[in-house]
């Protein structure tokens, strides 16, 4: 071939010749980049040979020694180094050596004379580098073919090496992570094991003692058995976010939302689950408080005037669903402004506080009582008619009649019903207004330490919006 009279020339320090196979590549065709590190012509132009019959689509470089291999490859990269092998005046283990701590991920097949020496064998052993003797070299596609699939296998091998420790390391993270418990279930959702973490969430001095009390009173409740096998994509074994309840030790509530995977056996039959377990009781119980906050009025307690709202919203929407009446109570503390020039605004801010208290104590459980805005309060009775609601009106002025607490308070009251009053929120609102003032204008005096409550009457109540029909 080409390159053989130039290598005798000595034209191969250029380290620039290329070789390559003549004839059409067939469909089985491999392409192959050689650097071959040999001072025999002969031997270099019979590995050509050898590829060419072996429909190998070689593109190659050659050289004399180590140090320009070494070069060369700093400026190129080779699927696989052929190399001359001779292992004489003892210094074949060293550059065996040198090439083994160089080319480590490197396909290396070295051409020797006869039988291997003892280190070639040994390197060979341990899967480090390939050699053919020369009268066999036939061997070398073959030889060729098989270092390429061990350095691929080599290569595969590291990075998942190197993808289990970084699992294993996030995994060990994990679980060593004082914030996720985890557990672990067999297929038919059995408790097997948990990490210390959960043992801490749920209050136990150890996971033998978990274990053991979860087999009494199964505190986590079987998978296959609750809400969390609900959750779980058949395909994939994968458990979707969902949130449960669990008992501590102490009897308390521990919410926790958990989600996991499937897994499996060496011969990947499904195994069973891995669960994490994020405690979010306090999140909970912080996302309640601010929703009672943001429903609520600061000062009383009561529902605010968004809430009220909402409620009557939702009332007349049941009413119109079932038929079913409810009645609106309007309620204004009488005399605020004198309290609070005669007695302070701390006094003002108490007296509301006393007419939310009763206004409390006579409501049901269905019922929703509001602070409307400044003195005016409100009630909402469900599936209760303008009668029955002005009984409660009563109640409210005879609770507050006996207060001892001072100064003596009274209220003025206004009822509607809903439908026969009003058919919005607006006109309902509308309406128990109109009869409260109503009550309020009927009163002797509006000068709470001169006079006593005014008694509220479902009578004249119920006059009032006969008189507006």
Same mark, same amino acid.
């Given at each position: ?24 590549? =067939?469909h089985r065709s491999r392409p192959l980049r050689a650097l071959f590190v040999h001072r025999d012509a002969d031997a270099i132009e019979a590995c050509a040979q050898e590829f060419e019959k072996a429909q190998f689509t070689v593109s190659s470089d050659c050289v004399l020694n180590l140090a320009q ?20 005046? %003892? ?33 060979? @052993?341990?899967?480090?580098? $390939? ?14 073919? +098989? ?19 970084? =699992? ?8 060593? !992570? ?10 038919? &959702?059995?408790?097997?094991?948990? !990490? ?5 969430? #749920? %209050? ?21 058995? =609750? ?8 395909? *994939? ?5 969902? $949130? ?8 308390? *509530?521990?919410?926790?939302?958990? =989600?996991?995977? &499937?897994?499996?056996?060496?011969? &990947? ?12 009781? $306090? ?7 601010? +929703? ?10 009561? @529902? ?6 909402e409620v009557l919203h939702a009332e007349i929407c049941r009413t119109k669903r079932t038929g079913r009446e409810f009645s609106l109570l309007l309620l204004d503390l009488d005399g605020l402004k004198w309290i609070n020039d005669q007695f302070g605004h701390q006094v003002g801010s108490r007296a509301?506080?006393? #007419? ?30 303008? *009668?029955? @609601?002005? /009984?409660?009106? +009563?109640?409210?002025?005879?609770? /507050?009649?006996?207060?001892? $607490? ?15 009053? @009003?058919?919005?929120? &607006? ?6 207004? +109109? ?12 000068r709470l330490s001169a006079h006593s409550p005014y008694s509220f009457s479902e009578d004249s109540n119920a006059e009032f919006h006969e008189s507006r029909e």
């Amino acid at each position: 071939m080409a390159f053989t009279s130039r290598l005798t020339r000595g034209e191969v320090h250029s380290n620039h010749v290329r070789v390559c196979s003549e004839g059409t590549p =067939s469909h089985r065709s491999r392409p192959l980049r050689a650097l071959f590190v040999h001072r025999d012509a002969d031997a270099i132009e019979a590995c050509a040979q050898e590829f060419e019959k072996a429909q190998f689509t070689v593109s190659s470089d050659c050289v004399l020694n180590l140090a320009q291999c070494a070069e060369q490859l700093r400026s190129r990269s080779y699927d696989v180094i052929i190399a001359e092998y001779t292992g004489s005046h %003892g210094k074949g283990s060293q550059v065996l050596q040198l090439l083994h701590q160089t080319l480590q991920e490197m396909a290396v097949i070295f051409l020797t004379p006869g039988l291997g020496s003892k280190s070639l064998l040994e390197l060979t @052993a341990e899967g480090s580098f $390939e050699y053919v003797e020369r009268e066999h070299i036939a061997q070398l596609p073959m030889v060729v073919r +098989r270092a390429l699939n061990h350095k691929e296998l080599r290569k595969e091998l590291a990075e998942a090496k190197k993808a289990l420790r970084h =699992s294993q390391s996030f995994y060990r993270a994990l679980e060593d !992570n004082p914030t996720y418990g985890i557990y672990r279930c067999d297929g038919e &959702g059995q408790l097997l094991d948990v !990490n210390q973490t959960l043992v801490t969430m #749920l %209050g136990y001095a150890s996971k033998e003692q978990l274990l053991a009390a979860n087999r009494e009173s199964e505190i986590i409740a079987n998978s296959r058995n =609750s809400s969390l096998f609900a959750s779980c994509i058949p395909e *994939t074994k994968r458990i979707e976010a969902v $949130e449960v309840e669990w008992k501590r030790k102490d009897a308390t *509530t521990l919410k926790v939302r958990l =989600s996991g995977r &499937g897994v499996y056996d060496d011969h &990947g039959n499904f195994a069973g689950h891995e669960i994490i377990a994020v405690d979010v009781t $306090e999140q909970r119980t912080l996302e309640d408080q601010l +929703r009672h906050q943001a429903s609520s009025d600061s000062l009383t307690g009561l @529902a605010n005037h968004r809430r009220l709202f909402e409620v009557l919203h939702a009332e007349i929407c049941r009413t119109k669903r079932t038929g079913r009446e409810f009645s609106l109570l309007l309620l204004d503390l009488d005399g605020l402004k004198w309290i609070n020039d005669q007695f302070g605004h701390q006094v003002g801010s108490r007296a509301l506080c006393r #007419l939310a208290e009763i206004v409390a104590d006579c409501c049901r459980s269905v019922d929703t009582a509001a602070r409307h805005g400044g003195d005016e309060f409100a009630l909402v009775l469900p599936e209760t008619g303008p *009668t029955a @609601a002005a /009984l409660v009106g +009563r109640r409210i002025c005879e609770l /507050l009649a006996k207060d001892t $607490e001072k100064p003596p308070l009274s209220v003025s009251i206004g009822v509607a019903g809903y439908p026969q009053n @009003a058919d919005t929120i &607006g006109t309902l609102l509308y309406a128990a207004d +109109r009869a409260l003032y109503a009550m309020k204008a009927n009163k002797p005096g509006s000068r709470l330490s001169a006079h006593s409550p005014y008694s509220f009457s479902e009578d004249s109540n119920a006059e009032f919006h006969e008189s507006r029909e």
